[in-house]
Structure formats: structure tokens, C-alpha cells
């Protein structure tokens, strides 16, 4: 999961942003003249629905500067993503996955220091673009985690790794000795699964086509967007970028030689025919070193905080932790506190732009085995215990583990749509006219 937190941002204030900008004319005709486009399961999708994710769309692609000729097509592709939410967060439930407010809260934190803002400032933006804007930007940043978490569940975690496979990848890169990254664009024309000749004919016919046109000259992204199959489609085909061994292995040959705005050869795979583009490439270099700090936490809980003055007593508290006993020791001073609420005392070796903007500057300055102190929160007071610091070199890190996580990831790439075509089959999805 990992999603580019500056483009969830932008993604949020168009779509409130056009939400925003109906009139109160244009919503009371839409719910005269709402209705069911499609029902998936026990769940339907309104026309309403439908409509404002197709101008939240639209005003995505014309940010990337890819335009939209065909209306028709773009509202099938729409729905289709609306269906395949719909069937992700019916599966998450079913296999009892949640999002905590502490994972949104952190979310929306990175989204407003990436885009230079206080949490503050953030949810004043949003509430100006459309009522109760900044809560709608948490519910969308819940269901885009949650959706993260099924595919780690579902797709990345059944990756099987075999020995050889960790073996191959630790030999090749020990001959590469590089670290090469490309941001690569996709067009696939599905096929179902035990596909007839004729399916087959008629998929090789339409990639075929699809591939003359980019060659007279036609944008690669705005065909992705017509019609792909992938689960990038709506974004262009853009599959952003990944490590050269995350790429899926069906593309690796056609990606070998490929130079920068450079479009493969047709490829050939369970889900479909394929084009690939190369929009971009990165030679990282060496590894770079990094500092980490292994951070606890403790809430004293309280009803009524004074942000501007700490309580002499607290203060005293957090001046006198000088070791992990001391720190240790705040269970039995405050036993009255429920045990959940410091029960994720331990945040780990965190480095520095993982560190909430407003405490950075006080956590590099502070010395181990000491605390900052204490900061207001919305439970009560928080300590914040420094217990040691390192430097490492991402190349110190266990190659073995980076191995199986970039085989995983790989091998996820290569099921993802598989997983996706499977979803749908196993549903009940009926298209309304």
C-alpha cells in the first residue's frame, strides 16, 4: 500500500471540490431523477453516485493533462471502478479487516506536511471547498486504507517465496550492485479465464489495433484510459513506480532495451495481452545512510488540558526518565489508566520523516535515554521517551527479508488482476440500461 499521499490530496479536493459546486437546483433534480445503475451483491450504485465520480475523474485526467474523447467510455470505465470498490470493501469486511482512527489521523498528518500545511490549515481548506469537507477526506482516506490492507491480505501476503527464487534474486543482485527504479504505463486487454480461440482472436485483434495507434502518434495514457482493463486504467494506465525486481516477470524481457517514453512490443500473460510503456527510470547509487530513533510513548489521560502551561508535576515526571525502568515504572505509578490506551507504548526505530513536523526539531536535538516534555493531546498529556539512536545503511538491511518482499511484491504485480477478474466472477453484478 503504498499510495502517493500528494496525489491522494489532490485527489480529494477536486472531488470535493466538484461536489461542492452543484447548486442547490442541479442536487434537487438529481434526487428527483436518481436511480440504480448497476446492483452488485446487496448493494447498489446510484446514477447520483455515478455522476460525481465521472466529474471527479474527468478533472483528474485534465490535471495529467490527458484528455477525454469519449464520454461513454469513461463512464463504463467509472462504473467498473465503482463496482470493484464496491466488491473490496464487501470482501474486507467479510474477513474482518478495520481501519483505526489513529491510522487516518496519521495519514492526514502526512498529507498536510507533504503539501506544507498544518493539520489545522488542512481541515480548513477542506471545509471551505464543501461542508464537513474534512471529514469526507477521512472517510475516503478509510476506505483507500482499507482496500490497502485487503490486497496485503489477499494478494501480496499469499505470494509464495521457494529458496531458489530468494537465492536467484540475491545472485543477480549481487552482479548488478545497482538500484534502478521505473515508473512504468499499462494497457491490457483481458481474457477469461479458459479463454476460447475466438476470445483469444479478438483480444490479440484489439491490442493489435490499440498498438498501431500509438505508433501513428496517439497518447498512450488517454488509450489506457478508454481501453485498458487494468486496475490503473482510470489513471492513465499508470502503475507509478517500483524497483526493476518488483516489475512483473511476463514484463521483464519486454522492458529489457526499452529507453525512456519507449512503448514494448505486445506481451502475452494468464490475464490478458499487454502494452507497456517506459515513462520514466532512476539509477538510485549507493545507499544512502539514515538516522533512526527508537521512540516510546505514555498518555496520562485528562479531561482538561491547558495547552499553554504543562503541570508542574508532569514535568518534573518527564525530566526525571533516565532509563527504560524509569520509563517502565509510569505503568505502576498511573495504574487507574486503562490498558489499551498505552498499550502501543512502543513506536519503534522511526526515522526523522516519521516523525510528527512539530516535535522533528526537539526529538534530533534530544538526548538519549531522556523524554520531551510532556505534549497535548486530545486524550490528555503524552511523554515521549528517546531510548536510542542509529545509523544505518539501507544495504545494512536483511537482504534476505528485501529479497522475499520484493519477490512478493513481483509476484503480486503479476495477480493482481487475476485477483481482481476473480472478484467479479464470484459476484452477483447486474448493469442496469
Known sequence: MKKTLHSILFSLFTSLAIVGSFNSNALAEDVLLDKVVAVVNDRVILKSELTAKMYEQAQALAAQNIPVNDAQALQQKVLDSLVLEVLQEERA?????????????????????????????LRNRLNLEMADGFQKARQKIKQQLLIQKLREAEVISQAHVTESEIQNYLKRQQLAKKNVRVKLSHILIALPESATPQQREKALNEIQNIQKRIQAGEDFSQLAVRYSNGGKALTGGDLGWMNEEEVPTFFADALEGLKVGEVSQI????????????????????????????????????????????????????????????????????PDIPAEVNADSDLGWRTIDKIPAVIREDVANLSIKNALPPLATDKGWMILYLDDVRETSTANEDETQKAIQAIRIRKANEMFDLWLRRLKDEAFIQIQP
Open 267 to 334: 506481451i502475452q500473460s494468464a490475464s490478458g495481452f499487454h502494452l507497456i510503456k517506459l515513462t520514466d527510470k532512476q539509477d538510485s547509487g549507493a545507499a544512502a545512510v539514515i538516522t533512526e530513533y527508537h521512540l516510546y510513548r505514555f498518555i496520562v489521560l485528562s479531561d482538561d488540558v491547558n495547552r499553554s502551561q504543562i503541570p508542574a508535576s508532569l514535568m518534573k515526571l518527564s525530566e526525571s526518565l533516565n532509563s527504560m525502568q524509569d520509563f517502565q515504572e509510569l505503568f505502576n505509578k498511573y
Open 93 to 121: 469486511q467479510q474477513i474482518g479487516l478495520t481501519v483505526g482512527d489513529d491510522e487516518i489521523n496519521e495519514q492526514m498528518q502526512k498529507i498536510a506536511e507533504q503539501n506544507n500545511l498544518s493539520l489545522l490549515e
